[in-house]
Nanobody, 124 residues
């Protein structure tokens, strides 16, 4: 089973950029869908972005569309989330996740492998 480890979080100011990394350990993979989700204290986990591994087809939440970009590196078995023009509303713990299904999904329950999360804090 794939294990996921997020990194790259930190504290930044509004308007700054940040790149999150999700590295897979153990077996490599070339199928399924990878997703980024985020959760702020007192709120439910919400969809941010996803990428279909084979095709590279991406999907984004409306709240981040045009500001965030998800990508993958096949050789490193790694996905990234480039976050630009960050806002205080982006403050959350960001999680990467995987589903073996090669369909883009925004539902938490469709993902069966999760990383530990990385904190992103955006101040005004």
């Amino acid at each position: 089973q794939v294990q996921l480890v997020e990194s790259g979080g930190g504290s930044v100011q509004a308007g700054d950029s940040l790149r999150l990394t999700c590295a897979a350990s153990g077996r490599t993979f070339s199928s399924g869908t990878m997703g980024w989700f985020r959760q702020a204290p007192g709120k439910e986990r919400e969809f941010v972005a996803s990428i279909r591994w084979n095709s590279g087809s991406t999907s984004y939440a409306d709240s981040v569309k045009g500001r965030f970009t998800m990508s993958r590196d096949d050789a490193k078995n790694t996905v990234y989330l480039e976050m630009n023009s960050l806002k205080p509303a982006d403050t959350a713990v960001y999680y990467c996740a995987r589903t073996p299904i090669a369909l883009i999904s925004t539902r938490v329950k469709d993902y069966n492998t999760w990383g530990q999360g990385t904190q992103v804090t955006v101040s005004s």
